[in-house]
């Protein structure tokens, strides 16, 4: 399984600091967005690229564990791929002996899911690997669940959709098997998703395990989701914050209009109710919108002359 280089998906250097990570991924999140991209499909593609590299550098954790395993992460121990002959007993995420599952259409690649999660038994119960025959027969027992994370963009949040789901799997003669996952408008970040049947074959023809699918939502370069409700940071003039602007901000269905009043302060949360998120009853939480006064780093030397002359008219004010 191929190493995937996060930093440079991103176009970072590996020292790269929190901002830096996060305003490289604005950047070619917007620039594949599948929304204005041209090129539909590559887009879509490149957009989840972009969208798991920043699962794991923008997430402190993940970044910590990537960075310390590193391109020979399948030796270090505990980790799926090592093979039984290096000492692991693991083998595709799973106990050497079970069966082996590989997913596609998640939004996650192959490598993401070994390392950080990958295939899992969510639940206690079911046939244990190491468990042994009586008598020389199996004992019937159900079989063990599955679970696997999918990524789920906040477009099909709002309207939902259907998505092809494959799975590769040895216990079956095609050895793909290929299930349409419907996800329900209103989903939420951890919510699972149960398609029943689908996981482990249950020994001794015992009923098989379930497959669930535990969402992710996949991070947008506008907005910050915060249960059902979106945060988009208005970088704003200062000129603008104290006399007051028109100021076009985006959203889910597109750009609308938002009054800034004078006097408007840095760091001021604005509401625009019914444009955050439906819930599964399709009530739509808000966007709130946070102002983020924008200081110049350089100015010229009229501008400087300007900015002094503002000092003195407002002393008496402060």
């Known amino acids: 399984m191929r190493f995937k280089d996060y930093y440079q998906t991103l176009g970072v250097a590996k020292d790269a600091t929190e901002d830096q990570v996060k305003k490289a991924f604005r950047k070619l999140a917007r620039q594949f967005h599948p929304d204005v991209a041209k090129d539909k499909k590559g887009a879509e593609e490149k957009f989840k690229e972009v969208n798991e590299a920043y699962e794991v550098l923008g997430d402190p954790a993940k970044r ?40 596609g259409g998640t939004g996650f690649s192959d490598f993401f899911e070994s390392m950080f999660g990958g295939a899992r038994r969510p639940r206690g119960g079911g046939y244990s690997f190491s468990e ?9 027992r159900p079989g063990q669940d599955l679970a696997t994370d999918i990524l789920v963009t906040l477009d099909e949040v709002i309207h939902g959709s259907t998505r092809n789901l ?38 001794g023809g015992g009923r098989a395990g379930d ?21 988009y940071e208005l970088e704003l003039k200062p000129w603008d914050a104290v006399l007051g ?22 760091h001021q949360r604005l509401r625009l109710r019914g444009l955050g998120l439906p819930d599964k009853e399709k009530k739509r939480g808000d966007l709130f919108v946070e102002v983020r006064i924008e200081v110049p780093e350089t100015v010229t030397t009229q501008e400087r002359e300007l900015w002094e002359q503002l000092k003195t008219l407002g002393a008496p004010n402060l």
């Open 245 to 266: 602007a028109s100021v076009m901000v985006p959203t889910l269905d597109g750009q609308v209009s938002l009054r800034v009043a004078p006097g408007t302060q840095n």
């Open 166 to 203: 494959t799975v590769q799997r040895r216990d079956v003669a095609s050895g793909t098997e290929t299930y349409q996952v419907k996800i329900p408008p209103g989903v939420r970040e951890g919510q699972r998703i149960r398609l029943t049947g689908k996981g482990h074959a249950g020994p």
């Open 64 to 103: 910590k564990k990537y960075d310390q395993l590193g391109p020979n992460w399948q030796q270090a121990e505990g980790m799926p791929g090592r093979s039984a002959a290096s000492g692991g007993g693991f083998r595709g995420g799973q106990p050497a002996g079970a069966e082996e599952f590989n997913f």
């Open 132 to 140: 042994e025959y009586e008598d020389g027969y199996e004992s019937v």
């Open 211 to 231: 497959l669930y699918l535990r969402i992710r939502l996949a991070r947008h370069p506008d907005f910050r989701v915060e249960e059902g409700n979106l945060h």
